[in-house]
């Protein structure tokens, strides 16, 4: 227990699994936390006189499964082995920790999820700057990036760290309570430290190669996480972690946090929902599947790279023999990122060095089906690894287990030492069988055994019935009850030779194991090279796979500033509707110059936010490389989009769902680019109906008037913004139909010219099931408002005041605040009022009678 309280100060945060014989055991707090999330048995023992200690263990070959469980839940684990042979050692034997494993910090299959990052996030912050950096160490990705905490957000919502680390004395203003946390101490962010390490790890004398030289904040970002990786998680062997890249945001859409989570893009915010990844991922591999959710909430912006990806996914629709070869092989390639990483850190099995030979194999088979077509360049050439296809092939066995202490790895004719050793142990039981036939033609013993245990080795056993025929050279071992065992020098030397054996085929095979990843370190870049490759067909050949599936079409991308849809469908809705039921596709035009801004009313449940977001959608789809749900597409490229779409709130900071709403429209309205396509659905719907037309009518008349004339969709209830045309060119009225037969309401979904005056709110409450008394009710006082405010209600009401009360004798009170009503009234030219100016005209004469 003193060793054990020794190791556990130096890792007071972790639970520490301590080595005891063939058990993990822990001790005291982290007892009764393991006992509770694995769900094993907590005991007592005792602790030195009157005192006992809290005790749960697992037997050590099941560690990768508890382990799983301890740090999906959050936990820090400390790995503590016995660093000595216990048979060699008297007393207590020496142990240490030799390995860490957090959320972000893992190579564990268990903990990995196949398609999904694994990313440890470390923010630097100085003011209102952030340097942030990510590593997924069981791939060696490794990105940095600077900004304000915008970008921080982006990041949060764009990469979903698993953890995320930090210097103990920030102030962080952003929510982190929903991740996984840990503090460092400050001496681990220094600029000067960090580029050090950094320049060491990548045997460079600066970092002007990768590009990174001038945001030093990201610099000082990821010296702290190789700080934490080595320094805290004693993750030494990082030789596949080969490059630093910048996030460079000049080359991707710009979606803000409230975009990637309005548009569901990655998860759905419905538990029976789905999101577009899930809709597009037909990928076959890990790493495949990691690269396409990157390309989802990273759409390119320039026409190059995107108009290459739109010909590659042609190139396979239109070679399907060609397609389906490379599917079958990616069918076979495993997830050789995340084997490289287990290489480079020593942990890889044979078993999965197997899995990287077969898919190397598979991968020059791909090599050749590419090489003679032209598409194979601007896919990118993949590297020649048939000398590392060969180093394994002669090393290691066809058939390989899956830990390298089952023996049986290093192939046959390799080594002659190996060979003769295993001849010596393979030949063994014949050598027994000859020795126990002599043994009983010489004795007359015909119930004469050769057997063998742990304990006491080899030995003869003959039963008492047959002692007195035991030959004087044989030397007694052990006495049982109704049986003596024996030994001879031919017996002796034997078990020496073979046990022997047995100990140096283990030394020599992990010799020759070690060697053969050492010769591998030589290729990881060519193998990382590769994997991106693949991963980059994958993706392309799922865009292709869902092109097919789906009658999706190839996008037409323009120079102009135009977005031209015709028959758009949700990617998304199109797929969940009820078997027989179609989505109905909708055209949309928008022009900065002559449509910049279509204002869209319609009933509720008609499907205007769908609409909105199927076109954000087919945009996001296009500019990833895709294929896109349309009849046509003609595209000039989009730099940002932006979303308002749906109702949600903050509570926790304090944030009504109309603060939320204000905070993301200001947003938008901050940060708006001459290419930016802007989505507002129901802006102002969480105030009152006055403060609400008109937020939402300034807005509108924002995004009209701004010199950027950004693209927008504007769906509203307000039905008063439909005389924004009247004044504004670029606002053009549409509406989503309905037809009305007998009384029902029924729900077109298609889009058309003109604006519209109804919600039919009391229709879908129908359909909700409200009762029918109720329904009634709300019919009648509909009737009733429609007939006290009618459309001119808020002109005649004015007309109302300055025509009969303008004389009223109050007036000549001295009193401001009625001369300043005589003001406003007398200014008033009722004819030159839209209705929307006048509402908000009479709402502030309201107030002031209101004092």
């Given at each position: 227990m003193k060793q054990y309280n020794a190791i556990k100060a130096k890792y007071p945060d972790t639970i520490l699994?301590?080595?005891?014989?063939?058990?993990?055991?822990?001790?005291?707090?982290?007892?009764?936390?393991?006992?509770?999330?694995?769900?094993?048995?907590?005991?007592?023992?005792?602790?030195?006189?009157?005192?006992?200690?809290?005790?749960?263990?697992?037997?050590?070959?099941?560690?990768?499964?508890?382990?799983?469980?301890?740090?999906?839940?959050?936990?820090?684990?400390?790995?503590?082995?016995?660093?000595?042979?216990?048979?060699?050692?008297?007393?207590?034997?020496?142990?240490?920790?030799?390995?860490?494993?957090?959320?972000?910090?893992?190579?564990?299959?268990?903990?990995?999820?196949?398609?999904?990052?694994n990313f440890l996030l470390a923010i630097h912050q100085e003011k209102n700057l952030y340097g942030l950096a990510l590593l997924d160490i069981s791939t060696g990705e490794f990105y940095v990036t600077q900004g304000n905490e915008e970008t921080l957000k982006q990041i949060l919502f764009t990469f979903s760290p698993n953890e995320i680390i930090y210097q103990r004395s920030s102030i962080i203003n952003y929510d982190l309570s929903s991740y996984h946390t840990y503090k460092l101490e400050d001496w681990a962010f220094q600029f000067e430290y960090a580029h050090e390490k950094l320049c060491k790890h990548f045997k460079t004398n600066s970092l002007k190669g990768f590009g990174v030289e001038e945001i030093p904040l990201a610099i000082t970002a990821a010296g702290a996480i190789f700080s934490y990786v080595i320094e805290d998680t004693h993750h030494n062997l990082l030789e596949h972690i080969s490059k630093i890249q910048r996030i460079p945001s000049q080359n991707f859409i710009w979606m803000d946090a409230f975009t990637i989570r309005n548009l569901e893009l990655i998860q759905s915010s419905h538990p029976m929902g789905k999101s577009l990844l899930q809709i597009l991922d037909k990928t076959f591999t890990g790493m495949g599947g990691r690269m396409l959710k990157r390309w989802i909430v990273l759409p390119l912006i320039h026409q190059k790279p995107i108009q290459e990806r739109l010909n590659i996914v042609a190139?396979?629709?239109?070679?399907?023999?060609?397609?389906?070869?490379?599917?079958?092989?990616?069918?076979?390639?495993?997830?050789?990122?995340?084997?490289?990483?287990?290489?480079?850190?020593g942990k890889i099995q044979p078993k999965e060095l197997g899995y990287l030979r077969s898919s190397l194999s598979e991968i020059d088979q791909i090599h050749e089906k590419l090489d003679a077509y032209p598409i194979y360049e601007i896919i990118g050439r993949l590297k020649n690894l048939t000398a590392l296809i060969t180093i394994l092939n002669t090393n290691l066995e066809d058939e390989l287990p899956v830990l390298l202490s089952k023996g049986n790895v290093i192939k046959k004719g390799f080594n002659e030492e190996l060979d003769f050793l295993r001849n010596l142990k393979q030949n063994g039981q014949t050598f027994l069988d000859d020795m126990c036939r002599r043994e009983t033609e010489r004795t007359q013993i015909s119930s004469l055994k050769i057997n063998f245990n742990n304990v006491f080795g080899y030995y003869i056993e003959v039963r008492n019935t047959h002692k007195d025929k035991v030959p004087e050279d044989w030397i007694r071992k052990q006495t049982l009850v109704s049986a003596e065992r024996y030994i001879t020098e031919e017996l002796k030397e034997y078990e020496n030779q073979i046990l022997s054996a047995e100990e140096k085929i283990a030394k020599i095979e992990s010799e020759l194991y070690q060697k053969l990843i050492q010769d591998i370190y030589f290729y990881i870049s060519d193998i990382q090279h590769n994997a991106k490759i693949i991963s980059k067909i994958d993706v392309l050949i799922s865009f292709a796979i869902s092109a097919l599936e789906n009658s999706y079409t190839k996008p037409e991308i323009l120079e102009n500033n135009r977005l031209d849809i015709q028959d758009g469908r949700h990617p998304v809705i199109e797929k969940m509707l009820p078997l027989g039921e179609s989505y109905i596709p909708n055209d949309i035009t928008i022009d900065p110059i002559s449509q910049q801004i279509l204002m869209i009313t319609g009933p509720n449940m008609s499907g205007k936010s769908a609409l909105l977001r199927q076109t954000a959608l087919i945009v996001l789809m296009a500019q990833m490389g895709s294929y896109v749900p349309a009849k046509h597409l003609q595209l000039g490229l989009v730099d940002k989009i932006f979303t308002r779409v749906g109702a949600s709130d903050n509570i926790s900071q304090g944030e009504s769902t109309f603060m939320v709403e204000m905070n993301e429209t200001a947003s938008i309205l901050n940060n708006i680019s001459e290419r930016s396509l802007i989505l507002l659905d129901e802006i102002g719907r969480g105030t009152s109906t006055y403060d609400g037309v008109s937020i939402a009518w300034a807005i509108a008349e924002y995004l009209h008037n701004h010199s950027k004339k950004p693209k927008t969709l504007f769906a509203t209830h307000y039905h008063e913004l439909n005389d924004m045309t009247q004044t504004y060119k670029r606002i053009k009225n549409f509406n989503v139909s309905i037809k009305e037969v007998n009384g029902n309401i029924l729900f077109v979904r298609k889009l058309k010219s003109g604006g519209s005056e109804h919600s039919f709110g009391i229709h879908v409450a129908k359909l909700a099931g409200m009762p029918k008394s109720l329904l009634k009710k709300a019919e009648e006082i509909l009737k009733n408002l429609e007939k006290n405010h009618s459309k001119n209600d808020t002109k005649n009401s004015l007309k109302k005041i300055t025509e009969e009360n303008i004389q009223l004798s109050f007036f000549q009170l001295d009193d401001p605040v009625l001369e300043n009503i005589r003001e406003e009234l007398i200014s008033i030219d009722i004819n030159t009022l839209t209705p929307v100016e006048a509402l908000m005209k009479l709402n502030y004469i309201k107030n002031l009678l209101g004092k």
């Open positions: 699994l301590f080595r005891v014989g063939d058990f993990y055991e822990t001790f005291g707090e982290d007892a009764i936390k393991a006992s509770k999330i694995l769900n094993i048995t907590l005991t007592k023992r005792a602790n030195g006189k009157a005192m006992f200690i809290e005790l749960a263990g697992f037997p050590h070959h099941s560690l990768e499964n508890y382990l799983t469980k301890l740090v999906k839940f959050g936990s820090r684990v400390a790995i503590c082995d016995q660093l000595e042979d216990p048979k060699t050692v008297k007393g207590i034997v020496k142990r240490g920790v030799t390995e860490i494993i957090t959320p972000g910090v893992t190579f564990s299959e268990n903990v990995l999820t196949s398609k999904n990052n190139f396979f629709l239109s070679n399907s023999d060609i397609m389906d070869d490379i599917i079958a092989s990616l069918q076979k390639i495993s997830d050789i990122e995340r084997l490289v990483g287990k290489l480079a850190s």
